[in-house]
């Protein structure tokens, strides 16, 4: 499925750098890449009892473990000039056309510390409007998905079904939430 990999020149969403730096008494060196900061959201149907998740193809997870696909949470880059929230609120929309009147902020974690150390911003949201089929915008391929709540502690150690590190914490979140 991979054509071809090749260094970037003029990338559109990350800059590849190499960062300088003293620790130690020690001149280091250090590649890293910058990149947008994002937001994710889990999403919960209280009438169908489910989580409402995103599947898409992800090439750098395709190349690496030959993967094609990963179960992810609704999420977007935070490459606009609007609050979190409502970033937050039009990925919603966006890739599960599902409409959004409340949205709760869990929290804040870095990911991909080793080499980007971008912030994700957690948000939990109910739905139960659907306004659009979803599936993203422009030329993004999205796959809603229907997680029962009953079945997504067996998926979550399910490791022939891909998914994130945010995926896996906001379900962790929600059955502490949900279990007092």
């Known amino acids: 499925m991979i054509k071809e990999i090749k260094v970037l020149k003029n990338p559109k969403f ?8 003293e620790q130690n008494g ?15 959201i889990l999403l919960y149907h209280p009438q169908k009892d489910v989580f ?11 190349m690496q473990h030959g993967f094609e696909f990963s179960y992810e949470l609704c999420a977007g880059i935070v490459d606009k000039e609007k609050s979190l929230e ?10 599960t056309g599902y409409q959004v009147e409340k949205i709760e902020k869990i929290t804040s974690f870095f990911t991909s510390v080793g080499f980007a ?14 306004i659009a089929d979803g599936g993203g915008i ?10 029962p709540v ?8 399910d490791e022939s079904k891909p998914k994130t590190p945010g995926l896996l914490f906001a379900l962790c979140w929600w059955f502490e939430r949900n279990s007092q």
């Open 14 to 21: 990350i800059e590849p750098v190499e960062i300088v730096y």
């Open 138 to 147: 422009d030329d993004e391929v999205i796959e809603v998905v229907y997680l």
């Open 52 to 62: 409402v998740l995103v599947k898409q193809f992800r090439p750098a997870l395709y």
């Open 117 to 130: 150390g971008s912030k994700q911003t957690l948000y939990y949201a109910e739905v139960s409007t659907q």
């Open 86 to 95: 409502q970033i937050a609120i039009e990925e919603v929309e966006e890739e």
């Open 26 to 40: 020690k001149t280091k060196r250090w590649e890293a890449v910058k990149a947008h900061d994002s937001v994710a």
């Open 150 to 157: 009953a079945k997504a502690q067996e998926f979550m150690y």
